[in-house]
């Protein structure tokens, strides 16, 4: 591991954001990544949502430890324990998962890997909690809202939370999750408009995260 658990989490912390992206392309990848590292952003979340998407993952590691030294790449999308196991092997620094399986728990926690997993009730996250997951994913953000964060932070005021879905990159938008007390938030095509990826501008891919972190900053408590 390039990076222990208890530096991605704070990381993650201070720059509040984790952007969740996907590629079949693993030059476009390259491209979008290192705008993003211009831009401020120091934790990435590849997606396991395509063929192949463990090859593009694993060029994409490589290219990161060379020209993005400082960025920690996460796996988002698994669900099972083998292709955490898989993701890892391929350099992932961080878990991240739409659901809660124990399993994946186990595996990431035998090798220090933070897990981050897909949290839709207050029982989840507690179970999750229990299975040593430091970081729990609030999902589907844009259903649950930021009250349900309020809520569970309420009685449980020791959960970090990152909130995935329903995330903007907008003053109204971010402020509403981190009042709500939300540790940092997932953000995909949001950060990744289509039409930037199209015309190839990765300075506005840049100047994207770069203003969404300095959003977050203003708006944190």
């Not at 988002?76 to 391929?90: K, R």
């Not at 999750?128 to 009250?147: H, W």
């Not at 995909?188 to 977050?216: H, M, Q, R, V, Y």
């Amino acid at each position: 591991m390039r990076f222990s658990k208890i530096h991605v989490l704070s990381v993650m912390k201070e720059t509040g954001i984790v952007p969740v992206f996907y590629h079949k392309d693993i030059a476009v990848a390259k491209k979008v990544l290192k705008a993003c590292y211009a831009g401020g952003i120091r934790a990435f979340e590849f997606t396991n949502r395509g063929d192949f998407a463990h090859e593009v993952f694993g060029e994409l590691v490589k290219y990161a430890a060379i020209e993005c030294p400082e960025m920690i790449m996460g796996i988002g999308s698994v669900v099972d324990a083998p292709t955490a196991s898989m993701y890892i092997q391929l350099g992932a620094n961080f878990i991240v998962s739409p659901l809660f399986n124990p399993d994946v728990a186990k595996v990431a926690n035998r090798r220090l890997v933070p897990y981050a997993p897909g949290c839709g009730s207050v029982s989840e996250v507690g179970f999750a909690q229990e299975m040593g997951c430091d970081l729990c994913k609030v999902f589907p953000g844009d259903v649950l809202g930021p009250a349900f964060i309020k809520g569970l932070k309420a009685p449980m005021p020791w959960s970090n939370l990152m909130v995935t879905g329903g995330v903007k990159p907008e003053e109204s938008n971010l402020k509403a999750w981190f009042d709500a007390g939300v540790t940092c938030v997932g953000m995909g095509s949001n950060l990744f408009p289509a039409e930037l990826i199209k015309s190839e501008n990765w300075d506005g891919i840049t100047k994207l995260c770069a203003d969404t972190i300095a959003i977050i900053q203003k708006v944190k408590k």
